[in-house]
C-alpha cells in the first residue's frame, strides 16, 4: 500500500493547517512552559525559577490525588461505557426505519453543551425537584450527593455513561454494518455459537472502531472539566475534583501561575504517554496493518 | 448478497429490540425532565412534584426570546462554531489530500504532532489563550473563539477526512490529469463531490466539538460574543435559581444539535469508521 | 455425500409475489447426483446465488421442497444440512492461526482433540498449508485464505455437498488456473457434491460435469459442456457460452428446408410444423468464408465490417442480407476480397420462440 509518491511540494497543502494550529498551539505551549520555570511576585516581574514548580506539583499529594481520582474515573467510566456501548450497538436494528430513529436518538446527549449535560443532572437529581433524586427519597434513600462523596461519584459515573455511551455505539455499530454478510454465512456454516460469532468475527473486525473509541473516551474522560464543575463543583470537599478542575483552581482561582503550567505540562504528558500506550498495546495485540476494506457484491 | 435472515445471530433472541430501546429511554428520561421543567411555572416546580406540567405555560421561553442577551447568546454561539466549521474544514481539506496522496519530508511526524492537540486539555490552554488573544485585541470577538476552537477541530477534520480520501482510488486524480483538469478543477469537479459525505461527517464532528465546549469559549468572550451555554449561569440571582428560564434556555441548546443529527443520520455511523488511526 | 432434490422450487424476495416477474427463481425440479461436479452459469442477478443459498440454507424458499436423498430439509439451517459453502471473498477468521481455522468447525461440533489434530494436518497437506499452519491467517493472500475456506468445508468428512459461490473472484489471474486445478483434484479425491456458481463460462465447463444455465429466474439448459455448445436448448444459451457466441438470425423452416438471408439450405433433418417466431442459429465456428460457393453448398454474400486477430484465431464480423453474422476463420487464413459465408448445414440449429426445435433425421 505504501507506494504514494515522494513529494514535498504536498507542503504547501499542509501549510495552512500548519500555520493555524502552530498559531493556535505552540505560541500557548509556549507561554506555559515559559511560565513553568518562572516565579512571579507580580508588577509583571519574573524571575528564573528552574525546576522548582514540576518538583512541587510532583510532590503535591492535591496534584496525586487529583490525579488518582481522574485515572480511577476514567477506567470506571471505561469499563462501563465500552462494555455497554458495544452490547447495545450489537443490539440495534441493521436495516429499515429503526436504524434512523436510534442513530438519531442516541446521538442526541453528545450535541448537547457541555454544562447544559451538568445543569440537566443537576436538576435531574436533586431531591426536591430532580426525578432521580425525588424518587428514590419516595424509596427512602437519601439523596444528596452535594454531602456524599459517593453518591457524588454515582452521579458523575451515571452522568458521564448518559453522555458518551453513544459514541461508543455509535463506533462500534459503523464497524459491525460493515461486515460482510458472508462472514455470518461462513459461521452458521461453521457451527459457531453466537459467542463465537462475537469473539471471532465480531470483535476483531470492531477492533479498528473500539481503538478509536478508547481513545477518544479515554482522553475526553481524562480532561473532563465543565460537566462535573456545574454538578458538584469539585466536591463535596475535593471528592470529584478531578485534573483539570484542579488546575482551573489554580491558575484563575488562586492566579499561582508557575505551578498552573508546571502541572499544565505533566498533565499533557500524561494524556500523551497513556493514549501512546493504548494504541501500542491495541494495536500489537491484534492485527498490525489496517485492514484492506472489503467490498461487498 | 440480499438474504432474508440476515443479520448476526438474528435467531439469537425475540427480545434483542429490547436493549436499545431500555437505552434510549435511559437517554431520554433526563432530557424530558428538562423539557417538562422547562413548561412548567416556578411556583410549580418548587411546591409541587409532577410528572408532567399541570399549568402549561411558555412564560420561560418568551423570558428567552424577549430579551436580547439571551437570544444573543445563541446567535452568538452559533456564528462562532459556523466559522470554526468552515475554517476547520476549508484549511484540512488539503491537507488532508497532501497525507492521502503523498509522501513528504516529515509527514508522519506532523500527522501525530496534530492528533497530539487533539489531545491538549482544554483547560491547559485556557489561560494562555487568553493571553495570546488579549495581546492582538481579539477577546470577546467570535473569531477568537472559532480560531481557538480549531486547536482540536482541525486535526479532527484532517484524520476524517485523510480516512475518506484514501478510499478513493489514486487512479482518479491520474485519469483527470490525463483529462486535461487543472488542480483547482479536478479538486472542485470531480474529488470534493467523491468525498462529500466525508466532508459532512466531518463538519458534522466540527459542529459538535465546537458546539458543546465551554471553558473556552467563556474564557474568550465578555459580553459581545458569549456564547448562549456560558449565559445560562446568569439565571441565578439574589432571588435563587430561575429553574424554568434555565431549564427553558438548556432545551433550547438542544435544538441545534437535533437538526444537524437529522441532516447527516445517514453518515454519522461511517464517520470515525472510515478515519484511519 | 448425498444426492439433491429440488422439486418444485421458487423463490420470490417479496412478500406476497404477484406474478412472475416477482420471483427472483421461477420453478425448478431438477436432482443433483451423488457425486457430481455442477457449474451454475449465468449472467449477474439471474438467480444462480438465490438457488445456492436455498441449497445450502442460507435462504428458505417461498415455495417447493429441497430434499437431501430422502429427506425433506427444506426448513433446516445451515449446520443441520452439513453443508460446505465457499464465498466469493474469502471468509476467514483473522485473529485465528490457519490451523486453528481448519480446526474450527470441527471443536464446534464437538470432535475430540486427537481426531481433529489428525484431520488438519492431513488438510494442511492436501491443501500445501502445512508450512504456514502456525502463521495468523489474516496476512495470508487471496489465493491461500480461499484454501482456508474451502478446507474448513472439507476437514468435516461427511458433508453433503460443497458449494462455490464465484470463488475465484478476487484471486489473481495466475492463481485462478492452479486453484481451479486444484479443485479438480479435490472432487476426484473426496468425491463430494460440488456445485459451482460462476459467470464466466470458462470457469463453468472447465470445472463441471454438467452445467446449468440460468437466465432471468430461470433454468435454460442442463447439460454436458458438449450439449451446451453442439446444441443450445435456448437462444440465450447460444449466445452466452461460446466466445464469441452463436449468430441469431431470422428465418423460417419448411420441412428440411432452412430459410435464412433470402437463401434455402437443406439441412437433413425433417422440422414439424412450425410457428410464425422462428430463428436459425450457427455458431461463428461453422460458417466457412469461400471467394465464392462450391456445388452443393449455399453461398451467401457478407460484407465485412471487422477483423479482430486474438491470436489462434481470427473473428470476422460482418452482415449478410441485413443481418450480423460472426465468422471465425483461421489465424494463417485471410478475408477473401468479396466473401460468401456457407453454414455447415449439419450444425444449424432452429429455435422457435427462443426454444430449440429438434428435427428428426
Known amino acids: ?297 | 448478497m440480499n438474504t432474508a435472515q440476515a443479520g448476526g445471530g438474528s435467531r439469537s433472541s425475540r427480545f434483542k429490540w429490547l436493549v436499545p430501546t431500555l437505552y434510549i429511554v435511559f437517554l431520554m428520561i433526563p432530557i424530558y425532565w428538562l423539557i417538562n421543567m422547562s413548561l412548567k411555572t416556578n411556583t410549580e416546580i418548587v411546591t409541587g412534584f409532577s410528572l408532567w406540567p399541570n399549568n402549561l405555560t411558555f412564560d420561560n421561553y418568551k423570558v428567552i426570546f424577549g430579551d436580547p442577551t439571551w437570544y444573543n447568546g445563541y446567535i452568538n454561539s452559533i456564528i462562532y462554531v459556523v466559522m470554526n466549521t468552515v475554517i476547520a474544514v476549508a484549511v484540512a481539506l488539503p491537507a488532508a489530500y497532501a497525507f492521502s496522496r503523498y509522501r513528504f519530508l516529515g509527514d508522519k511526524h506532523m500527522f501525530f504532532w496534530l492528533l497530539t492537540n487533539r489531545m491538549a486539555p482544554p483547560a491547559v490552554f485556557a489561560l494562555p489563550f487568553f493571553q495570546l488573544y488579549s495581546a492582538f485585541g481579539l477577546i470577546d470577538t467570535h473569531i477568537a473563539v472559532a480560531l481557538a476552537h480549531c486547536l482540536f477541530n482541525v486535526p479532527l477534520a484532517v484524520w476524517i477526512l485523510e480516512g475518506f480520501m484514501s478510499g478513493v482510488p489514486r487512479e482518479i486524480d491520474e485519469t483527470a490529469y490525463i483529462d486535461g483538469y487543472s488542480f483547482p478543477k479536478f479538486f472542485g469537479k470531480i474529488f470534493m463531490p467523491l468525498i462529500a459525505s466525508g466532508i459532512g461527517v466531518a463538519a458534522f464532528f466540527c459542529f459538535m466539538f465546537s458546539w458543546v465546549e465551554l471553558l473556552i469559549a467563556r474564557t474568550l468572550t465578555v459580553t459581545e460574543a458569549k456564547p448562549i451555554a456560558a449565559i445560562m449561569t446568569r439565571t441565578i440571582s439574589a432571588t435563587g435559581v430561575d429553574w424554568g428560564v434555565q431549564a427553558a434556555a438548556g432545551a433550547l441548546t438542544i435544538i441545534p444539535g437535533a437538526l444537524v443529527i437529522y441532516f447527516v443520520r445517514n453518515y454519522i455511523a461511517k464517520g470515525f469508521a472510515l478515519g484511519r488511526v | 455425500m448425498a444426492q439433491i432434490t429440488l422439486d418444485q422450487l421458487a423463490h420470490s424476495y417479496l412478500p406476497n409475489p404477484q406474478n412472475d416477474a416477482d420471483y427472483a427463481l421461477k420453478r425448478i425440479d431438477y436432482v443433483w447426483e451423488d457425486g457430481g461436479a455442477y457449474a451454475l452459469l449465468g449472467p449477474s442477478g439471474c438467480g444462480k446465488t438465490t438457488l445456492l443459498n436455498i441449497i445450502s440454507g442460507l435462504l428458505t424458499p417461498s415455495g417447493g421442497h429441497v430434499k437431501f436423498d430422502e429427506h425433506n430439509v427444506t426448513h433446516l439451517s445451515p449446520e443441520q444440512r452439513n453443508i460446505a459453502q465457499v464465498f466469493q471473498f474469502p471468509v476467514i477468521y483473522d485473529t485465528m492461526t490457519v490451523a486453528e481455522n481448519l480446526a474450527f468447525p470441527l471443536l464446534n461440533r464437538g470432535i475430540e482433540r486427537s481426531e481433529v489434530d489428525k484431520r488438519v494436518g492431513e488438510m494442511l497437506e492436501t491443501l500445501d498449508l502445512t508450512a504456514k499452519a502456525r502463521r495468523r491467517a489474516h496476512g495470508l493472500s487471496a489465493d491461500e485464505k480461499q484454501k482456508i475456506s474451502l478446507g474448513r468445508g472439507l476437514v468435516r468428512y461427511d458433508v453433503n455437498a460443497i458449494l462455490f459461490d464465484e470463488p475465484l473472484t478476487v484471486i489473481d489471474p495466475h492463481m485462478k488456473w492452479q486453484l481451479r486445478t486444484k479443485l479438480k483434484e479435490l472432487h476426484e479425491q473426496f468425491s463430494h457434491t460440488m456445485i459451482y456458481v460462476t459467470h464466466d463460462q470458462t470457469e463453468a465447463l472447465t470445472f463441471a460435469d454438467k452445467v446449468v444455465v440460468m437466465y432471468e429466474g430461470e433454468v435454460v439448459q442442463i447439460g454436458t459442456p458438449e450439449e451446451l455448445f453442439d446444441e443450445p436448448a435456448h437462444t440465450f444459451v447460444g449466445y452466452f457460452i461460446g466466445s464469441p457466441g452463436m449468430n441469431i438470425l431470422p428465418g423460417g423452416v419448411d420441412g428440411s428446408t432452412v430459410n435464412v438471408a433470402g437463401k434455402q439450405i437443406n439441412v437433413g433433418k425433417r422440422y414439424p410444423k412450425t410457428g410464425t417466431n422462428i430463428e436459425i442459429g450457427i455458431r461463428p465456428e461453422f460458417v466457412k468464408l469461400t471467394e465464392s460457393a462450391a456445388s452443393g453448398e449455399v453461398g451467401m454474400p457478407m460484407t465485412v465490417h471487422s477483423v479482430e486477430d486474438i491470436g489462434r484465431y481470427k473473428i470476422v464480423r460482418g452482415d449478410v442480407g441485413g443481418h450480423e453474422l460472426g465468422a471465425v476463420i483461421n489465424e494463417s487464413d485471410s478475408v477473401p476480397a468479396n466473401p460468401v459465408a456457407v453454414f455447415d448445414p449439419a450444425r444449424i440449429n432452429v429455435y422457435e420462440d427462443s426454444h430449440l426445435v429438434r428435427g428428426q433425421i
Open chain 1, 1 to 297: 500500500m505504501n507506494n504514494k509518491p515522494f513529494d514535498n511540494k504536498a507542503w504547501f497543502f499542509v501549510l495552512p493547517v500548519f500555520i493555524l494550529v502552530a498559531i493556535s498551539a505552540v505560541i500557548p505551549l509556549m507561554t506555559v512552559v515559559n511560565y513553568s520555570v518562572q516565579d512571579s511576585f507580580g508588577n509583571n516581574q519574573f524571575f528564573w525559577a528552574g525546576t522548582e514548580w514540576f518538583t512541587e506539583v510532583l510532590n503535591s499529594d492535591r496534584f496525586r490525588d487529583s490525579l488518582v481520582r481522574n485515572l480511577t474515573f476514567s477506567a470506571i467510566i471505561l469499563c462501563i461505557e465500552i462494555p455497554l456501548g458495544i452490547a447495545v450497538a450489537l443490539a440495534m436494528p441493521r436495516k429499515g426505519i429503526w436504524v434512523s430513529v436510534c442513530l438519531v436518538l442516541m446521538a442526541l446527549p453528545l450535541l448537547i453543551p457541555w454544562n447544559v449535560v451538568g445543569t440537566i443532572w443537576l436538576i435531574f437529581g436533586r431531591a426536591d425537584i430532580g426525578l432521580l433524586g425525588f424518587t428514590l427519597a419516595k424509596m427512602g434513600i437519601v439523596f444528596n450527593y452535594g454531602q456524599s462523596w459517593l453518591q457524588a461519584w454515582i452521579i458523575i459515573i451515571l452522568m458521564d455513561v448518559w453522555h458518551w455511551t453513544s459514541l461508543v455505539v455509535l463506533l462500534c455499530y459503523s464497524g459491525l454494518v460493515a461486515i460482510p454478510e458472508a462472514y455470518y454465512q461462513a459461521a452458521r456454516i461453521d457451527g459457531a455459537s453466537r459467542w463465537k460469532v462475537f469473539r471471532y468475527i465480531q470483535l476483531p473486525k470492531m477492533q479498528r472502531v473500539l481503538l478509536i473509541a478508547i481513545l477518544l473516551r479515554f482522553m475526553d474522560s481524562f480532561m473532563i472539566y465543565t460537566e462535573p464543575f456545574v454538578l458538584t463543583g469539585g466536591g463535596p470537599g475535593n471528592t470529584t475534583t478531578f485534573l483539570s478542575i484542579d488546575l482551573v483552581k489554580t491558575a484563575i482561582g488562586q492566579f499561582d501561575l508557575g505551578p498552573a503550567a508546571a502541572m499544565s505540562l505533566i498533565y499533557f504528558l500524561i494524556v500523551l504517554l497513556l493514549s501512546w500506550v493504548f494504541y501500542t498495546v491495541m494495536t500489537n495485540y491484534g492485527m498490525d496493518a489496517p485492514e484492506k476494506r472489503e467490498v461487498e457484491s
